[in-house]
């Protein structure tokens, strides 16, 4: 298979639905003549023409709303949010408008739209560019929540998002478009709510998102040398939550960990947790552990800035931790 970036996956993606169906289209600042942030939708405005590529003004209210009233004439807009900190001024039309009115108006009327937005740190934005807001979606009833983590999941996961027939969050992270991965030529789906599997271990299933799925599986290679077996577990859709994958395999490893870049207060993070304490208590040799960035707003400098999110040697070092509860549990009871 070709590999290629998690930015030139998007485009494709982007290319491959609006050649697909005239009525997807892209609406956001710079998506046309500067071709998005990243370079994710560059030469479209001249393949597809403005009435699918659209540039609009600063203003993510607007942006937002005319997403929402495009969705509910029968478009399927991809509307995109440059950064999720500016998430917060669209909410009244995402959160009030877009993931009520299917259920207000009885099914009759669809939105099919999609919130696409990237977040997280890693490239030194600073507090105000570099949060991590994913947990407000995965709380609001309507919402689709999508977080991927590499170029081919991003793509099979875009052209789903753009496909449902439901609002759907689409959270990238800054720091994975230059990731290369490979990606098929053909056309392919994964369907939304099912999370995937990236390596097998017998010893401590670690669910990971977005970018900490990359820093999870080199932490996994460290403690294979160690003689401690994970397996890690993208649920790649937040909400739907795939629950029944988790649950397999925490009941065959007896071990659970959580690890996001966002931090563990009111998250996403607790959510999994319960749902392995309500499912898995009696496979359980040891409680469920959360390793998640820090409560904190992200610096500038690049060193401060990485001490804030959990990091390969981190995420080993709490798997060890949670690995030696049991022994320690074990030598006190005798």
Known sequence: ???????????????????????????????????????????????????QIKD?????????????????????PIVEIMYIDFISISMDQIVNHAAKWRQLSNGKVKLPMVFKTQGGAGRRNSSQHSQCLENWFVYVPGLITVMPSTPYDVKGLLKSAIRDDNPVVFIEH???????????????LIPLGVADVK??????TIVATSWMVSFALKAAEQLQE??????????????????DTIIKSVRKTGRCMVVTEA???????????????????SDLRSPVKRHCGMRTGIPYGPTLEMQCIPSAESIAGAARDLVAQEVTAAGAAL
């Open 263 to 281: 931090s563990a207060e009111g998250g996403w993070s607790g959510e999994v947790s319960s749902v392995v304490h309500e499912h898995c208590f």
């Open 226 to 243: 160690e003689g401690i077996s994970c397996e890690v577990i993208d649920p790649r859709t937040l909400w739907p939550l795939d629950k």
């Open 199 to 204: 390596r097998v271990g017998e010893d401590l």
């Open 174 to 188: 800054k720091s994975l478009y230059f990731d290369k991965g490979e990606v098929p030529e053909e056309e392919y």
């Open 56 to 76: 609009t003004p600063i203003s993510e209210a607007a942006i937002a709303g005319c997403g929402v009233g495009a969705a509910a004439m029968g478009m399927r």
């Open 1 to 51: 298979m070709p590999t290629v970036t998690f930015g030139e996956a998007i485009r494709q993606a982007y290319d491959e639905e609006m050649t697909r169906d005239k009525n997807v289209c892209l609406i956001g600042e710079d998506v046309g003549r500067w071709g998005s942030l990243y370079r994710s939708s560059r030469g479209l405005l001249e393949k597809f023409g403005p009435d």
